[in-house]
Nanobody, 114 residues
Framework: VQLVESGGGLVQAGGSLRLSCAAS????????MDWYRQAPGKQRDLVAG???????RYADSVKGRFTISRDNAKNTVYLQMNSLKPEDTAVYYC?????????WGQGTRVTVSS
């Protein structure tokens, strides 16, 4: 299974972006699908996650601003990012977790200018 992220780019503070993560196979095969981000010189941190049942979780720093969703028919997971801040600048990675493996995409860069 391959995961391909898209939708990153440069946006001004207060703006919005929607990231997409398209899977080459069915996303129903994943127990969880998550979005992580990694800023320069920092570790990769969980931003948001969604289970196969649709339960969601968010990092405190993005609650109320970011929304994760999934379209099983399109095998795609989305991350809607609103009210973006400069500190949201990072490479965003999609991951899919099965019982014995974690799959990663190549990442998409998000830059928020002040």
């Amino acid at each position: 299974v391959q995961l391909v992220e898209s939708g990153g780019g440069l946006v001004q503070a207060g703006g919005s972006l929607r990231l997409s993560c398209a899977a080459s196979g069915s996303i129903l095969s994943f127990e969880n699908m998550d979005w992580y981000r990694q800023a320069p010189g920092k570790q990769r941190d969980l931003v948001a996650g969604i289970t196969s049942g649709g339960n969601t979780r968010y990092a405190d720093s993005v609650k109320g601003r970011f929304t994760i969703s999934r379209d099983n028919a399109k095998n795609t997971v989305y991350l809607q990012m609103n009210s973006l801040k400069p500190e949201d600048t990072a490479v965003y990675y999609c991951s899919g977790t099965t019982w014995n493996h974690i799959y990663w995409g190549q990442g998409t860069r998000v830059t928020v200018s002040s």
